[in-house]
């Protein structure tokens, strides 16, 4: 379908109904990078315009959860987090698990969200979902340094914390997330162009798997208390995610080979598959949504 | 680059969609459904269809609202594609704009194509003007160096310099299009997609709109244009050549005169069945078919361009086997509100109208001036008398359009036209 051979004259591109499964045209992508640039700012620019705190917001929210979450979990349910302090040790799992839950909740809304764009012009639609992961990680680096101004008010005040020394990987494990929740938002956003009741799954269901990605509590604690239920949080990528980065940020905890093995194998096939489904749904989602 | 090359190649293109409300069928047909566009299949369901005809019912819920579209488009054509609502101009826009895919068939693609399907989309309203033309114009595909580069120019062409650099929800519905379309005028892709957008804004800038689309496809290194609109005063004016679909289908394609020609006779063959309609009078004689017909063009139509001569054509079937000879014939123009515009009376004239027995004659009302009433829509009342007798009356019997058109040859169509009733032929001069 797709082949010029034919003709003596070659074409610049080529619309037809059929494509490749993966036809990922990177070229084009790169060719719109402007655009990622600005649709970049404009998500960091424009969330907290006309609020008084503004970008404060992005240190507010995840400082109170840690807050709440210490409460709740460390000096009501007595949660035991190894010696590191309550409080880190929470901000830590929520700083990564918020990065995931942002990324991931406003990727599936790709084509639903911007359908008045995306009915009119022509652009690489993956462009989008791209600019909410990178926005989402600049956000996550305001807030990565709060942790850091935390991690160091506690050494100063006498609290052994070390990083472990595996922590160069990090950024290769929020990559990694980033991947994960790109893939997820991609498969989402594809599905909700039909079945709107993704979108209601989505919000709550979100919500229920925090509590299934340790981002309170760490892996032993659920291995200790509900040994047959464990597997449900041991087969979650994101669990591991924080497990690790936890293990890396506050040498807490304890990682395995396989199981990080295991995640970036989920991650690379979430990702792929997303990527084709997203791919097919972008040529005519116009015409369902 | 020669300038006669194909730079656009539109081959068998199709586009089905389905009726009704799509996408809950059963959970069953969704899941195959979805199987099939997983492996990269056509959708199963996507088999059978009908033309597209919007005001006929039809058997099955798939219609084909593109068939079968092949047609190139040269570097440097501006093309004016027109149709009834319905007709599939904004779908074939929608394929060639890449927004959404055609069932069968390709389109082959030497150049760059922008659409400019709305103006103003992707505008964030919390951002300012300026902020606005970056992202407006790389959402249409320029480079940040390109809209760098232009900017001055897009800010002064927009007439927005004072509020560039407020957010865009401070703005005025008018001043957010004219941002927009100054943005959107100072793209410089190969192909431009042009859909409406001149149906907004006010006077002054629709003309500077439509003057910066004449810009764009005139002079040496023109660009190719692809110009959707209603207006046909605008495309007559902008389009060298025409593209005129019908139910999906290409019905003429090629000069633009001609294939406005052929859209306005094909809104006049609408048949319309005279005898339902309600009457007053005796009936010993009956009109039994009314038409307009442009002297101009010579063809039956009934939207005309402001300036054009018609004649008004009755046809009467005398339902008895006597002789009338003072027949009379009143032609009232009225508007959709009642108000009577013009009056064509047989009795004031010096011709005198007979009717044989149990014959068909036809009247022909020939008017010598121009047609020189508002752009608006009319109706025609017209009535029948044998003397004083009224035989027969009908209210609306047709209804035509009258179409704003550069009346007094200036090259300019007129400003306002809703302002005058009545249009006359003039001169100005100075002492």
Redesign the interface.
Known sequence: MQDNTNDNKTWKFTISPKSNLVELNLKEVWNYRDLLVLFIKRDIVTIYKQTILGPLWYLIQPLFTAVIFTIIFNNVAEIDTDGIPPFLYNLAGITIWNYFKDCLLATSDTFKSNQHIFGKVYFPRLILPLSVVLSNLIKFCIQLVVFVAFYIYYVSNGVEILPNKLIVFFPILVLTMGFFSLGLGMIISSMVTKYRDLVFLLQFGVQLLMYLSLVAYPLSLIQAKLPTLSWIVEFNPMAHIIETSRFMLLNSGEISLNWIIYTVIVTIITFLVGLVIFNRTEKRFIDTI | MQKND?IL?VEDISKQ?RLGI??TGTIAD?LTR?WY??R?K?DPFLKVGETNERSKKGNSDYVWSLKDISFDVMRGDVIGIIGKNGAGKSTLL??????????????????????L??VG??F?P??TGR?NV??NG???????KEITNKLDEIIEFSGCERYIDT?VKRYSSGMTVRLAFAVAAFLEPDILIVDEVLAVGDAEFQKKAIGKMKDISSGDNGRTVLFVSHNMAAVQNLCKKGILLVNGKINTMGNIDDVLRQYQMLNSNKEIDISNFNRKGIGSFRMIDVKINSLSDKVEKNTFRLGEKIEIVIKVQNLEANNFSNVRIIVGVYNLNDEGYLRFDSQTTNSSLTLAPSQTTTYICSIDEHINIKPDNYKLNIALFDNDDLMDYIDGVLNFDVENYDYYLTGKSIPNPELSKVFYKHQWQQQ
Not at chain 2, 94 to 115: E, F, N, Y
């Open positions: 194909i190649k969609y799509v996408g969704d979805w566009l997983v990269g056509e929608k394929i060639l704009s890449r927004v959404t895919s055609p069932t069968t068939g390709t389109i082959k693609s030497d150049g760059r194509i922008a659409s399907l709305e989309t992707g964030h919390e951002l902020e970056f992202l790389a959402i249409l595909g320029m480079t940040k957010p």
